[in-house]
């Protein structure tokens, strides 16, 4: 005769378990989904409070905020996965403002089916990128969708950072004259997803560069150089984020096709898949737009950072009434560089 | 990257350029057409024409598969999709070209068309294998150099004895296109486009070799250079053009001797006979109803031909009034000539086919050369 014990229960079965719809549920199943995995691995005084909603200090300076949702397929890829890019993700969104990231919040939709194993991954990458950046998830959701309703894990966090009085950087402040840096080589996020995709039937060494960028990009600021515009240049690539800056700005800018920063393996599956680097992903990249007598100090800077190693000033902003981004080409001729059309590639982020 | 940098190499590409300036005579003016979608894409892209004299102009051509695709056939695969419920297989350049009542494929595929991407008709054949209960239909498209992969996909298809995988054959044929142009009023009686020799096609001609060619110098007297579609590639032929007409030469002349040869690959163009019959007639975009100029499954295939399986009937509809696609296709007009350039017709929000592919004349000009015109 088995012994029932007093006080015992039964914990997640976090080896053969799926989420099923009780975990959304608001009841005890979900209670339980919450301690023995979020607040295990994300655990922070905050979250420990179990209320709904986090209290937190009042910052000095000015309150910056951003949200992005992570959707990306596969939800595991080489260089991290959903979990670590939905902490990184934001985390730039509020850097590249010129802001320290504070907190995060997080919410999940869990499809229902998904294995508990893979949810205790992601939740622990995560728990591990926020550690790492010292940026606390401190509240959070979760909700559950029926199977075939979801794929897998969505995951949306929101971040919050302090903005010191005086600084100000906006893609509206782009100037003729302006140097055009970037931090690293591109496209090795989008092409580390594309190259796990089944359909293709290739390897590549390609690993995603998800990173949080705010270490790297407080050491640019510390700089006190003359910097105008930070963005990180995520979907659509590079490409696209310069076409919004052009435009944001009113400017135009000219590229220079041998000043850019691509990996050999990534150029390889580019040009095998009929891509162009400059329209493919990046999760740990930033452009910087700066006074052009600036522009040898931030590099150095840049270069000085783990992750910016790579760093290059590929182009300068100019006048041009009709906002369009040239590129000089490695060939001698001249074109355009102009806004994603379509999806190059489906569900990165 | 070996074996790709070499060929878009800036200081060599000077050099040729410079003898094209050297050899171009100054008195005349030369005007070779570019046949493929390929090397229309790689002249905008690294800015050919920059390095070009001004007496030496390039006018685009029909190849690019999806720019000839007539709005009717597009319909078909549509209503195959939506009415008749198939899970419809396709090259993603195909998703966005305009069809009827304001839809494409990608428009369909939203409204609940089982619609998919595919990079080669052997994905279309798997995805048959693994949903027995579905009917699986590959649009295929293209010129000679994606027949062979829809034939062994047909083939594979009969071996496996799939009841549920079955082909819409758009494929067409590059000579066809070509005689068509040169047999064009604005060519051959009023002079309206002025043609000096063509700068022949890439891939297509490693399948059908270079021969195919020779009836076109012969008969035509337009010198042909095959090329392949690197920058230095498409600059290079350029150059053996100008000195074929320089000399009063008419001859297929082979640049891309690195993969073209005279016969092609033979075993390919086996596979395809195996497979497929001319059709009597075709419809394509802009340059009407070509006779002889497209495939269909032999009648031994014939439970694998979509078009007999399903019923489906051919119904042209004609292109937008204002639309000048079909004259931008036989080189008479240049993209920047048609009113819906740049204003209703964009990349994101296509009217006309070549709005549509990379490689297609409107969208390379949009993308990559638009900054000439203002």
């Given amino acids: ?349 | 990257m070996k074996y790709i940098d070499e060929f878009r190499d800036g200081e060599v590409a000077k050099g040729i350029a410079a003898a094209i300036r050297q050899e171009a005579r100054p008195d005349r003016r030369y005007h070779f057409m570019e046949f493929c979608g390929g090397h229309t894409h790689a002249i905008s892209r690294y800015g050919v024409s920059d390095l070009l004299p001004e007496n030496v102009r390039m006018i685009h051509g029909p190849g690019c598969p999806v720019c000839v695709l007539p709005i009717g056939r597009v319909d078909q695969a549509i209503r195959l999709a939506l009415e008749q419920g198939v899970t419809l297989c396709t090259y993603g350049d195909c998703l966005r070209v305009p069809a009827s009542e304001h839809l494409s494929l990608l428009k369909a595929k939203a409204k609940g068309g089982d619609i998919r991407m595919v990079y080669s008709s052997a994905d279309a054949v798997a995805l048959a294998q693994k949903h027995p209960e579905k009917q699986v239909v590959f649009f295929a498209i293209g010129f000679e150099t994606t027949t062979p992969p829809t034939a062994v996909a047909i083939k594979q298809a009969k071996a496996l004895g799939l009841a549920n995988f079955s082909v819409l054959c758009c494929h067409v044929l590059t000579p066809s296109a070509i005689a068509s142009i040169l047999e064009s009023p604005e060519v051959r009686q009023w002079g309206t486009v002025p043609l000096d020799g063509f700068v022949g096609p890439a891939h297509v001609s490693t399948i059908i070799g270079s021969r195919p060619y020779e009836f076109f110098a012969e008969e035509y007297r337009k010198p042909v250079v095959i090329a392949g579609f690197e920058p230095l590639d498409v600059m290079q032929a350029i150059r053996m053009l100008i000195r074929q007409v320089n000399e009063g030469r008419a001859e297929v002349e082979n640049e891309f001797a690195r993969a073209v040869s005279r016969e092609g690959n033979l075993k390919a163009q086996q596979l395809v006979a195996e497979v497929f019959e001319l059709r009597k007639a075709f419809e394509w975009r802009g340059l009407n109803v070509i006779p002889y100029s497209a495939l269909k499954l032999r009648r031994e295939f014939a439970e694998f031909d979509a078009e007999e399986r399903f019923a489906l009937d051919y119904r042209p509809v004609p292109d937008h009034k204002a639309c000048e696609c079909g004259a931008i296709l036989r080189g008479v007009k240049k993209p920047q000539d048609c009113k819906l350039f740049g204003t209703v017709c964009t990349p994101e929000n296509p009217i006309g086919s070549c709005m549509v592919s990379s490689e297609g004349a409107c969208a390379a000009h949009y993308t990559y050369g638009r900054y000439k015109d203002v």
């Fill in chain 1, 1 to 349: 005769m088995s012994e029932i014990r007093k006080g015992y229960v039964r914990p997640l079965d976090l080896k053969h378990g799926q989420v099923d719809m009780a975990h959304g549920s608001g009841g005890r199943a979900m209670a339980q989904l919450i301690e023995e995995l979020f607040a295990k691995h994300l655990g922070n005084e905050w979250l420990a409070q179990g209320d709904d909603g986090a209290v937190l200090p009042p910052g000095s300076g000015r309150l910056v905020m951003a949200t992005d949702s992570h959707v990306v397929s596969p939800l595991f890829f080489p260089g991290g996965d959903i979990g670590c890019l939905s902490v990184h993700g934001t985390i730039n969104d509020v850097a590249v403002m010129g802001a320290k990231p504070l907190w995060l919040s997080a919410a999940f939709v869990l499809e229902e089916g998904f294995p508990l194993a893979e949810l205790a991954r992601i939740v622990e990458s995560m728990a591990d990128a926020a550690r790492e950046a010292g940026v606390p998830v401190v509240t959070g959701d979760t909700k559950v969708v029926e199977r075939g309703k979801g794929d897998g894990v969505f995951i949306t966090t929101t971040g919050v950072g302090v903005l010191p009085e005086g600084r100000s950087l906006s893609g509206r402040k782009a100037r003729p004259g302006d140097a055009i840096l970037v931090s690293g080589t591109l496209g090795d996020h989008g092409m580390a997803i594309m190259a796990q995709r089944e359909s293709l039937g290739f390897e590549s060494p390609i690993v995603s560069d998800t990173a949080a960028l705010h270490g790297l990009i407080a050491a640019l600021l510390e700089t006190g150089a003359d910097i105008h515009v930070l963005r990180d240049p995520t979907r659509g690539g590079l490409a696209t984020t310069l076409n919004e800056i052009a435009q944001q700005s009113g400017v135009g800018m000219m590229l220079r096709e041998n000043a850019m920063p691509v990996k050999p393996a990534v150029a390889g599956a580019c040009e095998f898949l009929g891509l162009d680097p400059l329209y493919v992903a990046n999760e740990g990249k930033v452009v910087v737009i700066c006074a052009p007598q600036d522009a040898e100090r931030l590099l150095s800077a840049l270069r000085a950072h783990p992750l910016g190693a790579d760093a290059a000033c590929i182009g300068e902003v100019r006048a041009d009434p009709h906002h369009f981004v040239q590129m000089t080409t490695g060939f001698g001729g001249k074109r355009i560089v102009d806004w994603l059309t379509g999806e190059q590639l489906p569900r990165i982020c």
